[in-house]
């Protein structure tokens, strides 16, 4: 089961992405919000949506294409 992280930053100023703590991709530690351990990417972006209350969340397209939308 991964760990996962949100951007706190918003990609193209749309979205929060959604990474694995493994993932290449990931922001800069200091603009990491972390998530804990999931599952999938879905029930990550889960999380985020309950914790935050916002729905502008999406997966990264190396490390959750399963979540990524564009």
Known sequence: MPE???NKNRWDGKFH???TKSCNYKPRLENQ???GWHPNC???IKEAVR???EH???GCKYC???CHSG
């Open 4 to 6: 996962y992280i949100y």
């Open 17 to 19: 992405e959604v990474h």
């Open 33 to 35: 919000v972390d998530l």
């Open 42 to 44: 879905k029930e990550a």
């Open 51 to 53: 914790r935050t209350n």
């Open 56 to 58: 502008d969340f999406d």
């Open 64 to 66: 959750c294409p399963d």
